[in-house]
């Protein structure tokens, strides 16, 4: 097996990165790519064994890195931006090739972002103050420590941008990380290794460790030594990482899938409206946060529907490459098997297909949006991660809410009103850990993100993602406490 592939025209090391060296392992796994169902190359497949390397690499790094002084790992973060931003060409087209999302989302969002997640927690953390209480005269001086080695799981559907919201508050609070990329997508950890280590990131501080998460993850998230845990990705796979991490008590931050509505009233902008619902097919409707179960108040659900599809006939699918393309394809054949028996199941169960309602290849799957389903039916409550939407009307703000908070998850929920009081009434009856009023998918980075119920666990984002990489200190020093210490 070749330890480099050219993706793209980059390269790309196909082996782990563990304790500042490349590891091999004898067996791998074929990473294909979305866009043609082609082979990209054959990727170093870990075992437990290499998951004990890297452990061993970050406890060994630990204590070094944990001692730097925060300028210096300040410094150490902002040239690794640096070095994301000399490489946005690169990073993006290994990205498409890798999981199928737009290059022009990629060169002008997200690989920007990238680097900004990087540059904003090591701004972050000069800024992290030390607070000081005083009780009776003792001093209560609260600091936060680096909590050792964490590992860091992450998902296919924005692998570097999801990766690196994990990955720099980590290591700016002073941890050493294990990184475990999807096996659907493992390039870009890959190259992000590279660019640390260029940045003069000490061996151990980061690995990376490939492989599937079923052959790989429990000797991960089991392992003693191991101090966070935060994981991004399916319900499933979380409950099986609580259960492993439980033998440790291992604190974990889990950002899960979520069912997220769009409340469309009839006091809305219904072309403000439409624009926030056709949005929910970007990344071939592959978003997390993705709002999938359009509610629309029954005045105007016709006209909504009517506008809905008209702009939806104008989006391009095809090549996430050209530059004209509004949606891709999905990630893997498997995932579109999956796609299409949700639509099938439904249509069996009376589902009517107001557009698609089927794939186009083995690679595409045609944007759809379903009505007459049922409240309690599968393809209202379940997860699709596809582009398939759902249509239900309301009739009234109890109902619209009643409907909205009717599944397991609460992740986000995006409002569509032209009634301010209205969207205050609604969003403090939504469980949800984001809503959006009026727009969509915009967040600061020192607000929090996550999900409630089964969306997740912990919140991500400024003083949230240290509180969880750290362990809080509190130290009271006695009135006087030096006076007989000479
Ligand atoms: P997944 O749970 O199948 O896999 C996620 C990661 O977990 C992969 O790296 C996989 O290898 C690893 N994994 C699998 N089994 C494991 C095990 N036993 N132990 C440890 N690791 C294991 O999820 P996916 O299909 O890659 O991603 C899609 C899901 O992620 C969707 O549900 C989506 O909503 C969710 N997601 C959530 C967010 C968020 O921030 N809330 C963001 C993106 C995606």
């Known amino acids: ?128 103050e030390h607070e000081d209480f005083e009780t009776r005269g003792h001093t209560n001086h609260v600091s936060w420590d680096p909590a050792g080695p964490s590992v860091l799981i992450t998902p296919w559907n924005a692998p570097l941008m999801l990766a690196t919201w994990k990955v720099a508050p980590a290591l700016a609070a002073g941890n050493t990380v294990v990184l475990k990329p999807a096996e659907w997508s493992p390039l870009t950890a890959s190259l992000l290794a590279d660019i640390a280590a260029e940045a003069g990131l000490p061996a151990g501080v980061l690995n990376v460790v490939q492989g599937y998460g079923s052959e790989i993850g429990d000797a991960l998230t089991s392992h003693p030594d191991v101090r966070r845990i935060s994981f991004t990705g399916s319900v499933p796979t979380a409950k099986r990482i609580a259960e492993s991490a439980a033998g440790h008590l291992t604190p974990l931050s889990l950002e899960l899938g979520g069912k997220s509505p769009l409340l469309v009233f009839a006091d809305a ?52 490459r050209d530059e004209t393309t509004d949606i891709g394809p999905n990630i893997h054949p498997r995932q579109l098997e999956k796609i299409d028996a949700f639509v099938q199941r439904a249509l069996a169960a009376g589902a009517r297909a107001v557009i698609g309602g089927h794939r186009k290849d083995t690679q595409y799957y045609a944007p759809t949006l379903l009505t007459d389903v049922a409240q309690d039916s599968e393809i209202v409550q379940e997860e699709v991660f596809g582009p398939v939407l759902t249509l239900q009307t309301f009739s009234t703000e109890e109902e619209a809410v009643r409907l909205a908070n009717d599944t397991r998850f609460g992740l986000a929920a995006t409002l569509a009103t032209g009634d301010a009081e209205r969207a205050e009434r609604v969003t403090e009856q939504l469980v949800a850990g984001t809503v959006w009023v009026n727009c969509f998918f915009v967040r600061d980075l020192q607000a929090p993100f996550g999900g409630s119920r089964h969306s997740g666990v912990g919140r991500e984002g400024g003083t949230w993602s240290f509180d969880f990489y750290c362990d809080v200190k509190n130290t009271v020093t006695a009135p006087n406490g030096w006076k007989n210490h000479g």
């Open 1 to 128: 097996m070749p330890d480099n592939i050219v993706v793209g025209g980059v390269s790309v090391d196909t082996r782990h990165w563990i304790g500042g060296r490349r590891v091999a392992s004898s067996e791998t796994f074929t990473d294909v790519s979305p866009i043609d169902g082609g082979t990209i190359g054959e990727i170093s497949r870990g075992t437990a064994l290499e998951a004990a390397a890297a452990v061993a690499a970050a406890k060994a790094a630990f204590p070094a890195w944990a001692a730097t002084s925060r300028a210096e790992r300040a410094r150490i973060l902002h040239a690794i931006a640096d070095g994301v931003e000399k490489r946005i060409e690169e990073l993006s087209i290994v990205e498409t090739t890798d999981n199928g999302a737009l290059l022009r989302s990629h060169r002008r969002g997200v690989i920007p972002r990238v680097a900004h997640n990087f540059r904003f927690f090591a701004d972050w953390l000069l800024k992290l």
């Open 269 to 320: 902008d219904l072309d403000l409206a439409v624009d926030l619902a056709v949005e929910q097919y970007d990344n071939a409707g592959q978003v997390c946060l993705a709002a999938t179960r359009f509610l629309v108040e029954e005045s105007v659900a016709e006209e909504f529907t009517r506008r809905f599809v008209e702009k939806a006939a104008t989006l391009t699918q095809g090549d996430p």
